[in-house]
């Protein structure tokens, strides 16, 4: 991988070639998600780990992605994306190495923290090469290479469903083994069409915009709400090895740091790529949180891990499709005109799939409202911030996806995790009050106290006692899904609140450095920004 991506990069860039790598990047990205959630029963079993552990290990498969890629977007102009792409592709290896190792929940823990901050590298890279190198036609594209995100997805699970389905002679605590040792197959494919590569030099480099009006970009208030979280995933790394982060020091942490980002920025940051931030939250969360758990739960409702898994694979086989056609959509009605009927879309689909029971038809029909609904949302806000926010450069365009990792990993997971948690706590203390006794156990979480089911207690009770049990955990898993649906609701309030401050200013526009075509001109139209020398 050459080291062309920073300043003086020169020569020539085979461009099919590097987005293919950077597809293929993001594929397997996508394999550790994906087979991480069908291998996820396999640990709870054998590392005896409750609901809210489980959340934490997803959500370290996920918020650490957030430090490397601030972190990286930062330096990513300097030091290249060559090399960058270097320490992603080790990352990657090693967090192979630690988790098919591992043997307590500490250790898969470590492994799935390593893999997200790979992942973390891999997106710092990617994003802001693909929005350069295809500089017309940024939402479209950055639409298709999300599609790598479903692709993997869809092919990474069938692969581990097809491993379940052989007739191996493995255990289950070697066959989640070989299930994760998949990822190798795409890690090594990039790596190999990466290798000696050179990249474009980044559109904000290239316009002269300086490295301080991206800081500008990003702004005081974006800087305190990434930081806050990455205090907050400081604070769940430590609370895993039984350590508490004082306040005092958390809030210091935060504050201190913004001050002096302040004093050097001057500027409170663009007020809309503020909101963006936060709505980020509710986004990464309606999205990957859910998909950090549906293969799971309704893998408990139908009592089958496997069709549980294809509903998963279903909904992301939509997602890799649909991507590839997000331009002609966007030209229709525009990227903050698809997000908010994307929204409503998700909205319905968990609504309906929370009551779906398990009828076959009901859930089809239920995951496909949903499988239309979350396509769209990350790509194509990716797509309206690097249109909207050019000079922020690899920043603001890493940022966003930064901060929305950051939010389900150390919020969103958890707490679909703890809400499953208190659900079955209420309904079995409600139905099953004895029972309810001998299976439940006290734990404590960043969140809060909480009483989760104890699978070795479980394990005692009688077959019938154990059915009792598992109906009412099946009934209040699913139930969750409904809680969750609030959150895209209030993302479709927010989009349409855009659409109409954007109408109120002659519509929706893309923003483009001077010196450059309009970036998604023919789509969404573009106006001209002035740029610092």
């Not at 990003?218 to 930081?227: D, N």
């Not at 099953?432 to 809060?448: N, S």
Request: with cysteine.
């Amino acid at each position: 991988m050459s080291n062309a991506g920073g300043p003086g990069g020169h020569g020539e860039i085979n461009r099919p070639r590097v987005f293919l790598g950077c597809f293929i990047a993001l594929v397997a990205t996508a394999f550790g998600f994906i087979i991480r959630a069908t291998i996820i029963d396999d640990w709870r079993v054998q590392f005896n780990l409750s609901q809210t552990q489980i959340g934490y290990i997803q959500g370290a498969g996920l918020y650490p992605f957030a430090i490397s890629i601030i972190l990286f977007s930062l330096v990513v102009d300097y030091i290249g994306y060559g090399v960058s792409m270097i320490f992603a592709f080790a990352g990657h290896v090693l967090s192979l190495v630690i988790t098919l190792t591992a043997r307590d929940f500490a250790q898969l823990y470590a492994g799935q923290f390593l893999f997200a901050l790979a992942n973390g590298i891999v997106e710092a890279v990617i994003n802001p090469v693909v929005a350069t190198m295809y500089g017309r036609q940024k939402t479209h594209y950055l639409n298709v290479l999300h599609a790598g995100w479903p692709g993997g997805l869809v092919l990474g699970g069938l692969l581990a469903l097809g491993l379940g389905m052989l007739p191996l002679n493995f255990g289950d605590s070697v066959l989640w083994k070989v299930k994760m040792g998949l990822v190798a197959l795409p890690t090594l494919a990039y790596g190999v069409l990466l290798f000696g590569q050179r990249f474009p030099v980044q559109e904000r480099v290239a316009a002269g915009v300086s490295y301080l009006e991206m800081l500008r970009e990003f702004g005081i208030a974006s800087c305190f709400i990434t930081l806050a979280l990455l205090v907050l995933g400081l604070n769940q790394i430590l609370e895993v090895f039984g350590i508490l982060l004082p306040w005092s020091v958390a809030g210091a942490l935060v504050v201190v740091p913004t001050i002096l980002f302040g004093l050097l920025v001057r500027s409170f940051g663009r007020p809309m790529f503020v909101f963006l931030l936060l709505v980020m939250f509710l986004l990464a969360t309606t999205e990957l949180g859910t998909d950090s758990w549906i293969a799971d739960i309704m893998g408990s409702v139908l009592q089958s891990q496997n069709a549980g898994d294809l509903v998963l694979v279903y909904t992301s086989f939509i997602m890799f499709v649909l991507r590839f056609f997000a331009g002609p959509i966007v030209h229709v009605i525009s990227p903050l005109g698809l997000l908010a009927v994307s929204a409503a879309l998700a909205t319905i689909g968990l609504v309906t799939l929370s009551h779906a029971g398990t009828a076959a038809s009901l859930i089809f029909i239920a995951a496909t409202i949903y499988g239309f609904g979350k396509t769209f949302f990350w790509p194509t806000t990716l797509g309206v911030v690097s249109e909207q926010f050019p000079k922020g450069g690899a920043l603001t365009l890493n940022a966003i996806a930064g901060v929305g990792m950051l939010a389900v990993g150390t919020l969103g997971n958890p707490l679909i995790g703890m809400l499953q948690d208190r659900q079955i706590d209420r309904l079995l203390a409600e139905r099953y009050t004895e029972l309810h006794e001998r299976v439940m156990v006290e734990k404590h979480a960043m969140l809060g106290k909480y009483r989760a089911l104890d699978e070795a207690k479980l394990a005692t009770l009688t077959d019938e006692e154990q059915e009792l049990v598992l109906s009412v955990v099946r009934e209040a898993r699913q139930a969750t899904l409904q809680q969750i649906a609030v959150l895209p609701a209030i993302m479709f309030i927010c989009y349409v609140g855009l659409l109409v401050y954007f109408l109120s200013r002659g519509g929706y526009k893309a923003e483009v450095l001077v010196g450059h075509e309009a970036a998604d001109e023919e789509f969404t139209g573009g106006v001209e920004g002035p740029t610092e020398a």
